[in-house]
């Protein structure tokens, strides 16, 4: 007789960052002496327009035969006819100016700082490192968690959400809902969902409807009850991948983690569109995509 004994692989989703690729703009550079630096770079702060949005980028770089290659401007800020009319009646009129590409944001990990630098000068500072190992004890109880949403998951047709508190490890809210129920409602979202059971549990230990406000509750995550925002720094366990409306409703719901088995690359507000880390959002938490293992024993 076999049996299963599951696992999980537990991945974290890269944030927007580190999934950036090389893409490079033109700048207007001036060969020159090392001598002639600051007289240049005087110039330059007096009488063209500052470097936008490529401030990573260093003005200066060496040259060939003891030369400097130095950064003039960017090519998209003003004319190389124009430039050359800066230029007449200074020291650097007959100098030789050229076109050369740099890079277009800042490089985020150290292998996107490898490759950028390559391609001209660039300043680097090592993002704040994310905790990406498990402890033994958080492990149990996520491969748990994940075990109980996808045992809770009886078809390709339904998805099933679980938010927990981390700190107590109990579920706080958990719900299955059917692609015939989203047609019903378009609200009705499993993530949706059980973030209004959420909502309704706080509204209940408010003490019911109320035409004033609550006051905003102290912090204190390690209350069943939710504190501060709806879900802040709670779990998320979902079957499927959240959609970018139940994505963004984690957003302003400030949870802490997301943990989902089935992505959708074509459409998962994580996997497509990175809402956990989108630059412009005032909150960003930590997903994981995750994936059954089996072994036959």
């Not at 936008?52 to 260093?58: A, L």
């Not at 069943?224 to 719901?253: I, K, Q, T």
Request: include cysteine; proline fraction near 6%.
């Amino acid at each position: 007789m076999s049996s299963i004994s599951s696992s999980f692989d537990i991945n974290r989703v890269p944030i927007e960052e580190e999934r950036q690729q090389l893409v490079t703009e033109l700048v207007f550079t001036i060969t020159i002496s090392p001598r002639e630096t600051a007289p240049v770079l005087s110039f330059i702060g007096q009488h063209l327009p500052k470097l936008s949005g490529i401030e990573h980028v260093k003005r200066v770089r060496k040259h060939t035969d003891g030369k400097l290659l130095v950064i003039m401007c960017q090519c998209s800020q003003i004319s190389r006819e124009a430039l050359g009319i800066k230029l007449q009646g200074t020291e650097w009129e007959t100098s030789e100016v050229d076109e050369h590409a740099v890079p277009t944001v800042a490089p985020y990990t150290a292998e996107q700082y490898d490759l950028w630098k390559a391609v001209w000068p660039v300043s680097y500072r090592p993002p704040v490192i994310v905790r990406t190992t498990l402890s033994p004890d958080d492990r149990l109880y996520i491969e748990r968690t994940l075990r109980h949403v996808a045992d809770s998951t009886s078809s390709d047709q339904e998805s099933t959400v679980a938010i927990c508190n981390p700190h107590t490890r109990l579920v706080v809210a958990e719900t299955t809902v059917s692609q015939e129920s989203k047609k019903v409602h378009p609200l009705k979202h499993a993530a949706m969902c059980c973030i209004a059971q959420v909502a309704d549990a706080e509204l209940k230990r408010q003490g019911g409807v109320s035409d004033t406000p609550p006051a905003k509750r102290p912090h204190s995550p390690t209350n069943d009850s939710v504190a501060g925002y709806l879900c802040e720094g709670f779990d998320v366990f979902a079957s499927r991948e959240p959609c970018v409306m139940c994505a963004m409703a984690l957003v302003h719901s400030r949870i802490g983690r997301l943990f989902f088995l089935t992505p959708s690359p074509k459409s998962g507000g994580i996997s497509r569109y990175s809402m956990h880390s989108y630059k412009s959002l005032n909150h960003h938490f930590s997903a994981f995509e995750c994936s059954i293992k089996n072994t036959e024993m």
